[in-house]
């Protein structure tokens, strides 16, 4: 039975859930918005599958890739659409042309963020994007095993997390599936999501037609906060400006177990892992128009193979150089000081504690001169507490 001591215990994969023989556990969400696994113990028969599926307790080895490319897409309008160099549209519709399945996240009906398959050139749009939430992944893992046991090829996109649950769940190699992971800064709550969604972009505005985490409307560095809605209104916001935006880059309602990432340094054993190649302006200014360029880390000879078959502009980089603009590559973020502080403020005055957080966690010139201010009057005081030791002592 898997016992989840600690929130940092479980990074929410949901692997646990679909190898229980009994259907005996299902997630429920904590009051920070994120899922965890509850068991019913009456039903529970101690198998221990649970636990041999976790990707927190049965961490893999690290690994560094075999071969790092910056690349971009040839096509421009799938370059335009997609968070940065539109590779994973490319390695999709390969899949797809193969008579394959895709899986990735896409937004449902509500505007929450679920795990889906296509087997259509037509279903990869909903799965383009970053979608900067927890995509409840439901029973994918059984679905993926489905299609591979019907001989199928799969392409699998997700989170490290969830890549390695998912290889922990199949328990074995198939030649028949791609796994792609993305770099992975951490997953906001959903909660916070679905509260500024009801707050900032329902209640005010007709019916969302789309939604955009990372819209290139002025630059790919420079990326929006965009809602398109029905009504022909489009609503975007610079990522400095947007309030979701703000408090996910400042990491104040991240998963717990993001803070402390079982996958960092390629230990979710993806085939090929993608994400932003920040800094390409310093290394290869020329191969960068300000529309997206991706980092690929190509970890396997299965994941080189594919990469090979598509359709794509590269030059070769080093993993180091692709690393400085991508520490979560290895490294975890942080976590924040202000934290509780954020959470405390959340449950008594609502999204407001976003602001009311940062502008806390700005160092305040004010602050810093009365602290100044203050130590030099602390240190005036003593050289006069001397003084008049002194004029004591040799009265």
Request: glycine share 6%; hydrophobic share 35%; charged share 25%.
């Amino acid at each position: 039975m898997i016992i989840i001591q600690k929130p940092e215990d479980c990074c929410g994969c949901a692997a646990c859930i679909q190898i229980c023989p009994k259907e005996c556990i299902v997630m429920q969400a904590d009051k920070e918005g994120f899922d965890y696994p509850n068991i019913d113990q009456i039903k529970c028969i101690q198998c221990g599958l649970c636990n041999k599926v976790c990707p927190v307790i049965n961490q893999e080895k690290e690994k560094k890739p075999i071969v790092v490319y910056a690349a971009k897409s040839k096509r421009e309008e799938i370059r335009l659409k997609s968070s940065s160099g539109g590779i994973f549209t490319e390695l999709a519709e390969q899949i797809i042309h193969h008579g394959g399945v895709v899986f990735g996240a896409r937004f449902d009906e509500q505007w929450d963020v679920v795990h889906d398959y296509t087997e259509h050139l037509e279903g990869l749009e909903k799965f383009r994007g970053s979608k900067y939430v927890q995509s409840k992944i439901g029973d994918c893992y059984i679905k993926v095993e489905r299609f591979l046991k019907q001989n199928k090829e799969v392409l699998f996109s997700g989170t490290p997390c969830q890549i390695a649950g998912l290889k922990k769940f199949l328990k074995k190699e198939y030649d028949s599936l791609l796994l792609v992971d993305m770099v992975c800064h951490g997953v906001p709550s959903p909660l916070i999501w679905k509260d500024y969604l009801m707050k900032f972009l329902i209640k005010k505005r007709s019916t969302i037609f789309s939604i955009s985490f990372r819209d290139k409307c002025i630059g790919w560095k420079k990326f929006s906060f965009t809602t398109h809605y029905k009504d022909n209104i489009c609503i975007s916001e610079p990522l400095d400006i947007n309030l979701f935006m703000q408090g996910f880059l400042k990491d104040l309602y991240l998963r717990p177990s993001c803070y402390a990432c079982p996958s960092k340094k390629g230990k979710s054993h993806s085939d090929i892992t993608i994400a932003d190649y920040w800094g390409i302006n310093q290394y290869f200014p020329e191969f960068d128009d300000d529309r997206g360029v991706s980092l690929v880390l190509l970890n396997t000879d299965k994941g080189s193979t594919i990469y090979e078959q598509i359709s794509r502009e590269q030059i070769e980089t080093t993993y180091e150089q692709g690393y400085i603009g991508n520490p979560s590559i290895e490294h975890s973020v942080q976590l924040p000081k202000f934290r509780d502080y954020f959470w405390k403020k959340y449950n008594c005055i609502g999204l407001r504690a976003i602001e009311k957080t940062i502008n806390k966690m700005k160092p305040s010139w004010v602050n810093q001169a009365l602290k100044a201010l203050k130590s030099h009057v602390r240190i005036i005081l003593s050289e006069r507490q001397i003084d008049y030791i002194k004029s004591k002592l040799h009265s």
